[in-house]
């Protein structure tokens, strides 16, 4: 880490060993409206490592969320071109999970249902896979839960079921779009304590892009970090954060963990995601 | 865990018996004041019968009602059932196909507007003396409220949900019987409901225009004679069969929703 770097040149964090699942190359996004047009990513290229953990921490409205659904093929981009695995995503690619901020469970199917939804919608026979989507369940806190209905959790636990529909079909790719965003602090910790596990159980068979605006929990469970400016956003920085695994929660305020955190602030301040209060001085 | 579920098992047993309990109590305060007061007030049976005279007008003539009653079901059940079906094809294009909706909805809502009463009687002419016309005039009440709530249900899928969907790969065919479908189910369900109270109305206003049977036809006979206690019974039976109707479907929607969130 060298806190006195500046914006990193985008190329530069694309280095093109063969060893990267996701590459961007000068993907942007514009969204046109009956107001005009709004650039909401500005070119970005990007490389997303075999088997690496990327947090992506930004402003609202900095085009993260704009990033994943773009990488997913679920939306196209305006400029540029996404490749997993060399190959071109011009349509939805399937072989990824996905969790957003809300769990979007089907009220009317089990846990275990929803979990098994993965196979169901993809034309598979669900019920060869349903002692693996209980042990999944359990690994994720879920214990004898699988048979409940949605309405009978609480808002982590959700999440949790959510988090397990993105991972059943075992996917290369896992994309999470604020998924501990709508839960209380305390399940949050150990929501990010548990996905540390499940990730470090994974090993280089799971690529997490993770989106939050949290900058301690994008330092605890990234590998690198990918800190972008407010709109349109481009990358401002990408971190290493060179953390020894498992890593403690009880740490994120302390020595490493802290510093890191301390300099994704200085570098939103310099990149002018705060709004800066007047008596602090006429710097800017 | 049983402490707190007993408990809510009994709070769940008095509200049920509030629930019938406190309206029930009403009515009976209502009926005992219509039976003592209009005696009192000196009104004469022909324009305003006691509840117990309607009563024995109901049970006397309880052959002529329960034949003039099989008609009036037999209109409003097939024509709801043909409206569900019809509302609920309608509302899945529209919302699947933007150039079907574009077409179709504003014809849709501006045929809403038309009073379908006002063009009962032309009914008749197209469609003859028998069941035709009653049950075309049910479905064409019962219809809208179908169209509206279950479009709405399915429009109302939220975004990450759709997403979801498509990273999943799933077809159109599936996504719909798996998705989107049970999605809208609520939203069907109060269509349902407000297309079941139309549709007797439907079934009752096209017996006004022509009839020669249903509860509508009995109204009508009853009033032309003065025979307003029957009269009253016939409202009577109306009421219970619009009840008993509405019941079902709100049976069939615990059933069907029973594992969702109220």
């Known amino acids: 880490m060298d806190p006195a770097a500046g914006l990193t040149d985008v190329r530069a964090a694309s280095p093109t060993t063969g060893d990267d699942l996701v590459t961007l190359d000068g993907v942007a996004k514009t969204y046109t409206t009956a107001t005009g047009t709004t650039q909401a990513l500005s070119p970005t290229s990007l490389a997303i490592r075999r088997g690496e953990f990327l947090s992506v921490v930004g402003p609202s409205g ?19 071109e996404v490749r997993i695995d060399g190959e071109l995503v011009d349509r939805p690619y399937r072989h990824c999970g996905i969790a957003f901020q809300t769990s979007v469970l089907l009220e009317w199917r089990s846990v275990l249902d929803n979990v098994l939804l993965q196979f169901e919608m993809r034309g598979i ?6 002692d693996k989507a209980v ?9 004898g839960s699988s048979r409940l209905y949605p309405r009978e959790l609480s808002g982590g636990m959700k999440q949790r079921v959510s988090i397990a529909r993105a991972l059943i079909h075992d996917p290369s790719l896992l994309l999470m779009d604020e998924p501990f965003s709508a839960v209380d602090a305390l399940t949050r910790d150990q929501l990010s304590m548990d996905l540390q596990q499940v990730c470090m159980d994974r090993g280089r068979d799971l690529t997490v892009l993770f989106i939050t605006h949290h900058i301690e929990e994008a330092v605890f469970l990234g590998d690198r970090v990918l800190v972008m400016t407010p709109r349109p956003g481009r990358i401002a920085e990408v971190i290493d954060i060179d953390l020894p695994r498992p890593r403690r929660l009880e740490d994120a305020g302390r020595e490493k963990q802290a510093a890191y955190a301390a300099h994704i602030r200085e570098t939103f301040s310099r990149v002018g995601v705060y709004r800066r209060n007047q008596h602090e001085g006429g710097q800017a | 865990m049983t402490e707190i579920a007993t408990g809510a098992r009994r709070r769940k047993a008095g509200n049920a018996l509030s629930t019938l309990a406190y ?15 209009v005696p009192a007030l000196d009104v004469e049976t022909s324009v305003l019968p006691v509840p117990t005279e309607i009563l024995s007008a109901g049970w006397e003539n309880r052959d002529l009602i329960r034949e003039h009653t099989w008609p009036t079901l037999l209109e409003t059940v097939v024509g709801f059932a043909i409206a569900a079906v019809l509302g609920i094809v309608v509302a899945v294009a529209i919302t699947a196909v933007p150039a079907i909706h574009k ?8 045929s809403l507007v038309v009073p379908k009463i006002a063009i009962a009687p032309l009914f008749v002419i197209w469609f003859g003396f028998g069941y035709t016309p009653k049950i075309i005039m049910v479905v064409l009440i019962a219809f809208f409220p179908v169209v509206v709530d279950m479009a709405l249900g ?3 899928i939220p975004p990450e949900l759709r997403m979801l969907n498509r990273s999943m790969g799933a077809s159109r065919w599936r996504a719909f019987w798996k998705i989107s479908f049970p999605f809208a189910l609520p939203n069907l369900f109060i269509g349902l409901k407000l297309a079941m109270a139309l549709a007797i109305i439907g079934a009752i206003v096209a017996e006004f225009v022509q009839s020669s049977q249903g509860l509508g036809y009995l109204l ?10 029957l009269f009253f019974a016939a409202i009577v039976a109306l009421t219970v069969l619009g009840v008993v109707l509405y019941m079902v479907i709100e049976l069939l929607e615990a059933v069907v929703l029973r594992t969702r969130r109220r």
């Open chain 1, 62 to 80: 900095c085009g993260k969320s704009t990033l994943l659904t773009m990488i997913s093929g679920l939306v196209p981009p305006t400029a540029g």
């Open chain 1, 125 to 130: 026979d669900p019920a060869p896979h349903r």
């Open chain 1, 135 to 143: 042990a999944l369940l359990d690994s994720l806190g879920l214990e």
């Open chain 2, 23 to 37: 309206p029930g109590g009403l009515c009976l305060v209502l009926l005992a004041l219509w039976q003592f007061l």
């Open chain 2, 103 to 110: 077409t179709l909805y504003p014809l849709l809502v501006g």
């Open chain 2, 154 to 156: 399915l429009t109302s």
């Open chain 2, 220 to 229: 009508l006979q009853a009033n032309s004679t003065l025979q307003t206690p």
